[in-house]
């Protein structure tokens, strides 16, 4: 419970500022004890969101504007080649991801589950690809592409309806079996995405903690 909580919340935090996370402050805003809100913690930083401080905390990093072109061209090289290579499955995948599109719209107004949505949806293309190599690199890409993902939708108003609308291009593509076309709508797809993740912040949004929004005041 208490990682899904702390999850949730790194994942909305301001992704141009590094933040200071404390063991007391969590305790205190989750009524629970120190053992685990340190497990919360380790396993968050198992996940690469965040880096245990000895004696100062967690520390949340900023996302940079380099890391945000390098993932980005990495999805692009894996991205595009698999949606051309799922297109043999036709109906069989579109099926599923018709599935999973249904569901994201069901979540459309949780920027965390849209995204975590968000990414099944792609790892099931880069799955049916049938390449366990990069199915495994894709993997290593998945919380830098939560947090990144959270952060566009929460920045670019409108975005969400447009990646639901992006998702179903890529679906009719894989549908038809035209691995063209699937390739081509995951480029505009990703394209786009990198646009909304450049927009400048406009003030932050966070899930908050409690009533006093944000856990700690410590700016990286």
């Known amino acids: 419970m208490v990682y899904r909580w702390l999850k949730q919340h790194v994942l909305t935090l301001p992704s141009r500022e590094g933040t200071f996370l404390t063991e007391a402050e969590v305790c205190r805003e989750t009524g629970t004890s120190r053992t685990p809100v340190r497990e919360a913690l380790l396993r968050l930083e198992a996940d690469g969101l965040l880096q245990i401080v000895p004696k100062k905390g967690a520390y949340v990093p900023p996302i940079t504007e380099a890391e945000i072109d390098a ?14 290579q799922a297109t043999a499955f036709g109906d ?3 099926a599923e991801l018709d599935r999973l599109l249904a569901r994201q719209v069901e979540v459309r107004n949780d920027p965390v589950a849209f995204i ?16 366990p190599v990069l199915a495994d690199f894709y993997e290593s890409l998945r919380d830098r592409q939560l ?15 447009s990646v639901l609308a992006e998702h179903a291009a890529i679906v009719e593509g894989i549908r038809r079996g035209q691995p063209e076309q699937a390739s081509a709508a995951v480029a505009e797809h990703l394209a786009r995405t990198l646009v909304a993740l450049r927009l400048p912040v ?9 009533s006093r929004g944000q856990v700690g005041g410590h700016r990286g």
């Open 92 to 94: 069989m995948l579109a």
């Open 147 to 161: 947090r990144m993902g959270v952060h566009a939708i929460m920045m670019s108003g409108g975005r969400g309806d």
């Open 116 to 131: 975590e949505c968000d990414r099944e949806f792609h790892r099931a293309i880069v799955r049916a690809a049938g390449n």
């Open 202 to 210: 406009a003030g932050s949004w966070s899930a908050g903690f409690g």
């Open 71 to 84: 993932v980005m061209q990495a999805r692009s090289l894996v991205e595009e080649w698999c949606a051309g």
